[in-house]
């Protein structure tokens, strides 16, 4: 009987979708996250009779025929990178991102991965790195003497140096942008790679080409709609139990088959 292996197939991808939201769940906080949604495919099918095949030697054509399904398969997990809420802090180096980039960070390993969590900190020397101490690309190192730091929407670091009047430039944050966020690889850490779906990076200023602007002092939360997701779950877990009715009632049928004298 086809109906178990079609039931274990749609159980195993209610499984996985409900491994998706909770990881949707447990990231409601993390900055800069950008929540996923899983997309199913159905499977082959077993033609019975084929649609479109003659039925008589005069010619006439079958116009239905018959199909059946072997079932559902997961076909991908795509990354929503719609614009999560701005929340405001009061670190001068946490910035957060208006519109389409992705911060550049560099690895320990020379790679250049891609953020849109911007809780940056200074290491040592005075350099900005994020959290895990990765340095951003391009690289800007804070003077030892200054007394303030303002970023402006366009990306440009401006420090006031202690007895200065004016303030002194030391650089510019770039933006990297894609043509398909959601070919972006997830490394974990908030971190993305660049891979052949999402495109080749295109850097530039803030503000320019379709870059985002900057904004100082706040943090991109995640995407993640609670309710929505709350909703996801439910409407999941109903469909894992359908699946698994299913499964009891074929049950049942071949029993009675192997009752009967």
């Given at each position: 009987m086809k109906a178990l292996q079609i039931a274990?197939?749609?159980m195993l991808a209610q499984q996985l979708n409900v491994e998706v939201i909770s990881h949707n769940i447990a990231n409601m906080r993390t900055t800069g996250y950008k929540r996923q949604r899983a997309e199913f495919q159905d499977l082959l099918y077993q033609d019975i009779?084929?649609?479109?095949?003659?039925?008589?030697?005069n010619g006439t054509i079958v116009p239905a025929g018959i199909q059946i399904g072997m079932g559902v398969k997961t076909a991908g997990t795509y990354r929503i990178m719609t614009q999560g809420d701005l929340a405001g802090t009061e670190k001068p180096l946490d910035i957060a991102i208006r519109g389409d980039g992705f911060f550049q960070v560099q690895l320990p390993d020379g790679q250049t991965a891609y953020?849109?969590?911007?809780?940056?900190?200074?290491?040592?020397?005075?350099a900005i790195v994020t959290q895990d101490g990765y340095l951003i690309e391009p690289n800007i190192t804070i003077p030892a003497n200054a007394a303030s730091i303002t970023i402006n929407a366009?990306?440009?670091v401006q420090v006031r140096l202690a007895n200065a009047t004016n303030p002194t430039t030391v650089g510019t944050l770039q933006l990297a942008r894609f043509v398909n966020n959601a070919g972006l690889n997830a490394i974990g850490d908030?971190?993305?790679l660049e891979?052949?779906?999402?495109?080749?990076?295109?850097?530039?200023?803030?503000?320019?080409?379709?870059?985002?602007?900057?904004?100082?002092?706040?943090l991109e939360g995640s995407n993640v709609n609670a309710v929505g997701e709350i909703s996801d779950l439910i409407a999941a877990q109903r469909a894992y139990e359908m699946n698994a009715k299913v499964i009891s009632a074929a049950d049942e049928m071949m029993q009675a088959t192997s009752n009967m004298r």
């Open positions: 274990a197939t749609g009779k084929r649609v479109g095949s003659t039925s008589s030697e953020t849109r969590a911007g809780a940056f900190q200074m290491d040592a020397n005075g366009q990306g440009e908030s971190l993305f891979t052949p779906a999402s495109g080749t990076a295109t850097t530039g200023n803030p503000g320019t080409d379709g870059m985002g602007t900057l904004l100082q002092k706040f």
